[in-house]
Nanobody, 118 residues
Framework: QVQLVESGGGLVQHGGSLRLSCAAS????????MSWYRQAPGKERELVAR????????FLADSGKGRFTTYRVNAKNTITLQMNSLKSEDADIYYC???????????WGQGTQVTVSS
């Protein structure tokens, strides 16, 4: 059974940093594009960043430009979202998603909570 497990969330002060990781198992990781989404209660998930199977970042939300970076290590089946200079408006549950570009297969992680204190 495919699993995506996010980690690294937590409580951080305004201006601080967090590094979110997503570890995939039982997945041909190198075949999948990976994305980070965020979701607030009662709202739809919104895309934060997207990285191709080959490691090219094809999307980064305007809210994260200059502060967030994402990368993947295919040999370790992981992706990372480095978030710096965090603001209160960055607080949400963050999810990773795997998409196979040649099929309709996609998988979600369970999410990790990011809380930013002012």
């Amino acid at each position: 059974q495919v699993q995506l497990v996010e980690s690294g969330g937590g409580l951080v002060q305004h201006g601080g940093s967090l590094r979110l990781s997503c570890a995939a198992s039982k997945l041909n990781f190198g075949e999948y594009h990976m994305s980070w989404y965020r979701q607030a209660p009662g709202k739809e998930r919104e895309l934060v960043a997207r990285i191709t199977s080959g490691g090219t970042v094809t999307f980064l939300a305007d809210s994260g430009k200059g502060r967030f970076t994402t990368y993947r290590v295919n040999a370790k089946n992981t992706i990372t979202l480095q978030m710096n200079s965090l603001k209160s408006e960055d607080a949400d549950i963050y999810y990773c998603k795997a998409d196979n570009p040649w099929t309709t297969l996609n998988y979600w992680g369970q999410g990790t909570q990011v809380t930013v204190s002012s």
